[in-house]
């Protein structure tokens, strides 16, 4: 049989790139078979080299909210792109942008950009500690910050393990400092604050845990969270890199009525395009140079480009408050349907959503954190994936990513992605 254009790609790619992917989200280890080359997106489409078209619920992992190639986004770049690709300079439009977030989200009195979300986790963190003069942070398992070295930990069984790295190239001495709790148990992190009551400069936390499938905070966990960060004069870090602006416009401090003390944020705010902040208190970020002594610099932050992108997007969802209302009530309709069918065909699962992000867990246990979501059936997701793409339904190559619903998939759209699932 001959081989498709992607297999022949794909081979190609082994030869010159690790895996043959640029992410390890994009392997298709986990599920069985060949990462499909895509060579074009438009709405809530994808195509790949040998012309087959996805209906698409990965959507670049969130930041294509209102679908892919956006007309208005698309002549915003267009036009950026014909005054220069790069300046290394100051620009109105990075003005603009942080004006933008500032003016939008609660406790955001100033913004700094960077080119990821991993640099703005890590920028972040490091403002927390210049901040505080203290060098511990808690993170929760199954939570991703990006791929810096002090959060790339595994916690082990303890919520008092500290410090084992969890890649191969990272120093013990690196992670000496981040402390592992359990996500929704805020006991975990009390107990941590109690061991160390002055040493812990931040807690980081996914507001609603999207990397681990999705795991919605359960009542009372990020209020809790605030209350510790209060008392022990630590600084609360929402990392937004998901949640922001796909909630809602302010992000999962308005959607939860949570107030944290930096915020960070990842490609939606460049509308898919390589970009990243963090932001917050005034008191906190007035620590980071030039003004202040913690440093942290990017030739490409704020590139006119990613902003240009960035600002379309975003003014378009704040000028259109309905876009949340109408995704987020679609979404709701959608996965409570998952829920149904999966309940109606037997199948052992648990459907996880808040607003627009969902996961179907293949699993009778209720998934609430880590742990619970890893007695996840993986070869059972790999079954269920390979259905949908066979019918032409891209979703996350990997039982523990989020799925992604924008505003460009329709009702009728949607309506065809049940029956498919019905079918399996």
């Known amino acids: 049989m001959s081989k498709t254009k992607s297999e022949q790609i794909f081979e190609r790619a082994c030869r010159v790139i690790p895996g043959g992917v640029n992410s390890p989200v994009r392997a298709f280890g986990s599920i069985g078979g060949t ?85 703005a986790v890590m920028s ?24 810096s070295d002090a959060l790339l930990v595994q916690a082990g069984s303890g919520v008092m393990t500290a410090g084992i790295p969890d ?25 941590l604050f109690e061991a160390f009551p002055e040493e812990i400069a ?69 509308a898919g395009m390589p970009v990243g902040a963090y932001g917050g208190k005034r008191e906190i970020m007035e620590r980071v140079a030039p003004v202040g002594p913690v440093y942290q610099a990017g030739t490409l932050s704020g590139n006119p480009v990613a902003m240009a992108a960035g600002l379309t997007q975003l003014t378009i969802l704040r000028d259109h408050p309905e876009i949340y209302e109408e995704l987020n009530k679609k979404s709701e309709w ?42 996840s059936d993986t070869s059972r997701y790999a079954a269920y994936f390979r259905h949908m793409l066979s019918h032409g339904i891209y979703i996350a190559p990997s039982q523990f990513e989020a799925m992604f619903l924008s505003a460009a998939h329709t009702q009728e759209e949607l309506e065809r992605v049940l029956e498919i699932m019905r079918a399996f």
């Open 167 to 191: 890649s191969a190239g990272v120093p013990q001495g690196c992670t000496k400092d981040t402390l592992s709790a359990v996500y929704n148990d805020v006991s975990s992190a009390e107990r």
């Open 202 to 270: 931040a807690v980081i936390v996914e507001p609603v845990g999207a990397n681990m499938g999705v795991v919605p905070p359960q009542p009372g966990f990020l209020e809790s969270l605030r209350s510790l960060c209060t008392k022990y004069g630590a600084v609360l870090i929402f990392d937004e890199v998901i949640t922001g602006f796909r909630l809602g416009f302010t992000g999962a401090q308005g959607y939860f009525h949570v107030d944290a003390d930096l915020v960070t944020y990842g490609k939606i705010i460049g």
């Open 124 to 147: 972040a963190i490091r403002a927390a500690r210049g901040y505080t003069g203290r060098d511990k942070i808690i993170k929760f398992m199954g939570c991703y910050h990006g791929h």
């Open 334 to 375: 959608f996965y409570a349907e998952v829920r149904r069918i999966m309940e109606e065909k037997g199948e052992e699962a648990c459907v996880n959503s808040c607003a627009s992000l969902g996961c179907a867990f293949f699993t009778k246990t209720p998934v609430v954190n880590y742990e619970t979501a890893k007695t």
């Open 35 to 119: 990462p499909r080359m895509i060579c074009r997106a438009d709405g809530a489409y994808m195509t790949d080299e040998d012309g087959n078209e996805y209906l698409d619920f990965v959507g670049s992992w969130g930041p294509m909210i209102l679908g892919h190639n956006h007309p208005e986004v698309r002549e915003a770049v267009v036009k950026a792109c014909e005054n220069g690709l790069s300046y290394g300079a100051a620009t109105l439009r990075e003005v603009e942008m942080a004006e933008l977030i500032c003016g939008a989200v609660p406790n955001v009195d100033m913004v700094r950009m960077v080119n990821s979300g991993t640099e």
